[in-house]
């Protein structure tokens, strides 16, 4: 199973992105589908997290408020929408694979390659 994120781009401060992330193959009930992201110089941070047998959603205190995340069980496919960008959101944006909620990276096996998104100010 490969993941690959999509949907990245250049946007204006305030503005919106829906990123998607598209699975190769069937994703199991029992998988939990997070995303992250990685500016420049930073560590990846865990930006909320699906799974994908109950649709529960799961997001840090950090961004809260700004994000939602949705499945489309026909695709194999998870998406992330940010609203009210800013540009200390500009990073390369991943999805990945686990199989239980959590915000470590480390916790997430299989990896899609990024997404750039770049918000200008």
């Known amino acids: 199973v490969q993941l690959q994120a999509s949907g990245g781009g250049l946007v204006q401060a305030g503005g919106s992105l829906r990123l998607s992330c598209a699975s190769s193959g069937r994703i199991f009930s029992s998988s939990v589908i997070g995303w992250f992201r990685q500016a420049p110089g930073k560590e990846r941070e865990f930006l909320g997290g699906l799974t994908w047998g109950g649709g529960r959603i799961f997001f840090p205190d950090s961004v809260k408020g700004r994000s939602t995340i949705s499945k489309d069980s026909a695709k194999n496919s998870v998406h992330l929408q940010i609203n009210s960008l800013k540009p200390e959101d500009t990073a390369v944006y991943f999805c990945?694979?686990?199989?239980?909620?959590?915000?470590?990276?480390?916790?997430?096996?299989?990896w899609g390659q990024g997404t750039q998104v770049t918000v200008s100010s």
């Open positions: 990945a694979r686990g199989s239980h909620r959590d915000s470590n990276p480390g916790s997430y096996n299989i």
